[in-house]
């Protein structure tokens, strides 16, 4: 069993997500593996299809309770876990009625600072940082946001960060070398180790919407107007699963009452990966502030 983004997982094959766990809290999700069987892969139980241009497929029964993963005789089931842990379980989660950002997360003292932005904004590398720095991970490239009493939290997703090749020199120093995320991609796998990740929610703190990297005035961070933090955040929201107008709705409800009581700043990266430890060091002094960031 394992457990990501707050789904419990049971899997016909050995999952890179982290520890596995028995704790279960609701029926747990069944992913079924199949390399080259189609008939398998087309059974009867549900009608929602992701297709992949590469032949990666993935069909998911309505309820989203059920996965069949199929993938291209040349590839493995590690490649198929690249899609399976972010778009596909992003796709059950809208299902649920969850919202989700194109985020990463990492927790500061007991409280969750999200890092959104586009693909190649420097997600997963600034969380990277911040981990070396002390912070804990929650979780790379989807930020789930569930209401919990007066708190949105987010849940742990699995325990590393999927890093570029480039990235990996500029956090550990000449000659390191990480492990492929999968014999089929070129990200290279961080894996967070014994108190860097744990499987329990953390409320959400702050989210940072990673700008254009710059090289005059930056790292620094910016505010931004009450409008422009919610249709930046639109752009972030990750809704795959959702049914049509309903999903986006509830999305933007939840987004229009988050940045009411949510710190959402810009965050502008330097365009040297040397000054990380300075755009650290920001978001670390404005999390430990005595009253967090400002909203």
Known sequence: MYRAFGLDLRCAEPLPCGPATERLDSPPLAVVSVQSDPTRAEGSFGDLVLEYPDGYHF????????????????????????????????????????PCLH???????????????????????????????????????????????EDVV???????????????????GPGVELPRVSPGWDKRFLAAEGRAFDLRPVPLRAIYLL??????????????????????????????G???????????EAL???????P???????????RLPALVDLVLTEARRPDGPEV
Not at 60 to 79: C, K, L, N, Q, S
Not at 242 to 252: S, Y
């Open 59 to 98: 069909r998911i029964a309505p309820a989203g309770d059920r996965i069949v993963a199929r993938w291209p005789d040349d590839a493995t089931f590690e490649d198929a876990s690249c899609y399976l842990l972010g778009p596909v379980l992003r796709f059950v989660l809208g299902l649920r009625g969850v």
């Open 103 to 149: 985020a990463s997360a990492v927790d500061v003292d007991g409280g969750a600072i999200a890092l959104a932005g586009e693909s190649g904004a420097g997600k997963s590398t600034t969380a990277a940082a911040l981990v070396r720095a002390g912070a804990r991970l929650l979780t790379d490239d989807t930020v789930t946001l569930v209401r919990s009493g």
């Open 154 to 172: 987010v849940h742990p997703g699995y325990a590393g960060l999927r890093l570029w090749p480039d990235v990996t020199a500029a956090l550990g």
């Open 211 to 240: 700008g254009d990297r710059r090289t005059a005035g930056a790292p620094c961070i910016e505010a931004l107007s009450a409008r422009d933090r919610l249709l930046a955040l639109l752009q972030h929201v990750r809704e795959e």
């Open 242 to 252: 959702a049914k049509g107008r309903a999903g986006w709705a509830r999305a933007f």
């Open 256 to 262: 229009a009452a988050l940045i009411e009581r949510i």
């Open 264 to 274: 959402v700043r810009r965050l502008i990266p330097h365009a040297d990966l040397d």
